[in-house]
């Protein structure tokens, strides 16, 4: 057990120091220190710096937005999609808004298009879930009638990338001061977006 201890204390120590400096401003000298063991038993648990930094990726790639934000309560609310589209734009502000989801972006945006033994960040990745999530309910809101019918793909960057681009300039800290601000900016983003796409 204290070995994976350990072991788990090895890779959050190091999703700190990658998130704050870069891939490449993380050593494991310093992993090792701020962790408490000596260098040499870093590689008890990681063969490498690299090793430790996919299984960084590996465990966000496990996460689910949809289990966080598309729960039976907001899916009953679809057939109102001016509020829908609030909710489900607040409780995605409010999954970005968490700590570790802050400090993934930020290393995300560092390493953007950076190689990194056979693993490539990028923002794209990051948000193919949300995308999927926001083709499938927009393809049945244009289904039951409820937006005008355009290309989803369209659509659904229309709605997307503003949102990251709001959280990327908003939400640039620990430091979650400006969050009300950001869900204000958010819900505004989606009453014109429902303006724009509603069926009238």
């Not at 990726?57 to 996460?63: E, G, Q, V």
């Amino acid at each position: 057990m204290k070995y994976q201890n350990t072991k788990e204390k090895i890779l959050l120590k190091s999703f700190d120091y990658f998130s704050n400096n870069g891939y490449a401003g993380a050593s494991i000298r310093q992993i090792a220190r701020s962790v408490g063991i000596r260098e040499s038993a870093v590689y008890n648990h990681y063969k490498s710096k690299e090793e430790i930094f996919s299984a960084i990726l590996s465990r966000f790639k496990l996460k689910s937005i949809s289990k966080e934000i598309l729960s039976d309560d907001l899916l009953d609310q679809i057939t109102n999609p001016d509020l829908f589209l609030k909710d489900f734009t607040l409780r995605l502000i409010e999954h970005w808004n968490k700590p570790d989801e802050r400090k993934f972006i930020r290393l995300l945006l560092m390493e953007q298009f950076t190689k990194i033994g056979s693993r490539v960040l990028s923002v794209s990745d990051y948000l193919d879930e949300l995308r999927s999530i926001c083709k499938m309910l927009f393809s049945e809101m244009m289904k039951s009638g409820l937006i005008k019918k355009a290309d989803v793909d369209t659509i659904t960057d229309e709605f997307v990338v503003p949102l990251f681009f709001l959280r990327t300039e908003k939400m640039n800290s620990d430091d979650d001061k400006n969050i009300n601000a950001v869900k204000h900016y958010a819900v505004k983003h989606a009453e014109y977006f429902w303006t724009a796409v509603r069926v009238v």
